[in-house]
């Protein structure tokens, strides 16, 4: 398994303003992913975070809205630009530890609101 | 194309019962089966996986699920529910060879004492 943390861990924020959530992993992993939970939703994939290289994002998500970093193999960041109320869920991110590629593990996710 | 379905919203049981939480899957090739539980105010936990082997499989908290090919089915069961098993549990499948896990919509779980 995998010991993940996020920061922030809720946030409320204005319209039109940015966030920047953080991950971190307490081991080196290939992959990282990002997922948003809306209320009372299931989870949906925003994008995946490979090292040294452009995160793939899925359809109806683009990197001017969501950036992505991921500067190392323990770490990654979103950015929720331009926000509107309809940014307002729970931000999760997760990753596939070494060894047991098949499985991925999430980390206690970010709150956002969005006024 | 994979998709996962969990039928029920909702699944009432009283504490000391048998809870079961359905699942069924489509999937081109072989399925990975994984199932979630999300307490409120905090991120997905882990509870078991299907990856190859026995059909039965045994997970955190005394919660088990069964593989079952010719139903594409993976439910998941405990034989005597718990009050703090009330929350939000999340079926999920991939298929190695696209690779991306797609979860189902979810079932609350209440478990009254």
């Known amino acids: 398994s995998a010991v993940i943390s996020q920061k922030p861990s809720r946030d409320i924020c204005q319209r039109g303003t940015s966030l920047t959530i953080q991950c971190q992993v307490d081991?080196?992993?290939?992959?990282m992913f990002w997922y948003r939970q809306q209320p009372g939703q299931s989870l949906t994939l925003i994008a995946t975070?490979?090292?040294?290289?452009?995160?793939?994002?899925e359809s109806g998500f683009v990197i001017d809205k969501f950036p992505i970093s991921r500067p190392n193999l323990t770490f990654s960041t979103l950015t929720v630009s331009n926000m509107s109320p309809e940014d307002s869920s729970i931000y999760l991110c997760?990753?596939?530890?070494?060894?047991?590629?098949?499985?991925?593990?999430f980390g206690p996710g970010t709150r956002l609101l969005v006024l | 194309a994979q998709s996962v379905a969990q039928p029920e919203d909702q699944v009432n049981v009283a504490e000391g019962n048998p809870l079961t939480v359905k699942c069924t899957y489509s999937?081109?090739?072989?399925?990975?089966l994984f199932w979630y539980v999300q307490y409120p105010n905090r991120g997905l936990q882990f509870l078991l996986k299907?990856?190859?082997?026995?059909?039965l499989v045994k997970g955190s908290y005394g919660f088990e699920a069964e593989f079952n090919k010719s139903q594409t089915s993976f439910h998941l069961k405990k034989p005597s529910a718990l009050v703090s098993d009330s929350a939000l549990y999340f079926c999920?499948?991939?298929?190695?060879?696209?690779?991306?896990?797609?979860f189902g919509a979810g079932t609350q779980v209440v478990v009254t004492p």
């Open positions: 081991s080196q992993v290939t992959m």
């Open positions: 999920a499948v991939r298929d190695m060879r696209w690779g991306k896990l797609q």
């Open positions: 997760s990753v596939e530890p070494r060894g047991e590629e098949e499985t991925q593990y």
């Open positions: 999937v081109s090739g072989n399925p990975y």
């Open positions: 975070a490979n090292q040294g290289s452009e995160a793939t994002y």
């Open positions: 299907y990856i190859t082997g026995d059909n």
